[in-house]
Antibody, heavy 117, light 107 residues
């Protein structure tokens, strides 16, 4: 059981990126799936969650700019990030909300997003 | 939104010491509280869910307690491999807020 993120990189303020999180050995659409970020030398910040039914929730600072989604055929979770700001720079992790506990039991390795001019 | 406050933000203790980290929620969250361990340069790891349920494979020197607004993570006998930052997190409803973290070092 694992998650593999991709799509991070260096982007100028105002730009867009789409992060991907490919899952293996479990079905993304059957689970709550989450994005968490961590700025350099900072703590963990929850970003967004998508429920098994497709409901989505976001932290206040990304509402209207980020969109969480998933593709059943690719068993992949996405985070579309628009209007990026310097303060969005962070390692972005995807994680599975455990079907048994609802806490985040499986984490990806993370993908770095750097927003800078 | 419910805020999660951890204390202390850092601590230094000797091998074998009992270490206690506190997490306080600004409103009651029942037992929807998880603890994660993040070693330097590594991905966070789930240690405890439902405030006190130890995950499979986690050493028994780790324990969690609490309900409502006040929670505790205890390491009964600190080991060198426990050097890490520990985060609490509420997961009863969005936003799924993390605490600020507690950095644990060996004295």
């Amino acid at each position: 059981v694992q998650l593999v993120e991709s799509g991070g990189g260096f982007i100028q303020p105002g730009g867009s990126l789409r992060l991907s999180c490919a899952a293996s050995e479990f079905i993304v659409t059957s689970n709550y799936m989450t994005w968490v970020r961590q700025a350099p030398e900072k703590g963990l910040e929850w970003v967004s969650v998508i429920s098994a039914g497709g409901s989505t929730f976001y932290t206040e600072s990304v509402k209207g700019r980020f969109t969480i989604s998933r593709d059943n055929s690719k068993n992949t979770l996405y985070l579309q990030m628009n209007s990026l700001r310097v303060e969005d720079s962070a390692i972005y992790y995807c994680a599975r909300d455990s079907p048994n506990t609802d806490a985040f039991d499986i984490w990806g390795q993370g993908t770095m997003v750097t927003v800078s001019s | 939104d419910i805020q999660m406050t951890q204390s202390p933000s850092s601590l230094s203790a000797s091998v074998g010491d009992r270490v206690t980290i506190t997490c306080r929620a600004s409103q009651g969250i029942s037992n929807y509280l998880a603890w994660y361990q993040q070693k330097p340069g590594k991905v966070p790891k789930l240690l405890i869910s439902a405030a006190s349920t130890l995950q499979s494979g986690v050493p028994s020197r780790f324990s969690g307690s609490g309900s409502g607004t006040d929670f505790t993570l205890t390491i009964s006998s600190l080991q060198p491999e426990d050097v890490a930052t520990y985060f609490c997190q509420k997961y009863n409803s969005a936003p799924l807020t993390f605490g600020g973290g507690t950095k644990v070092e060996i004295k």
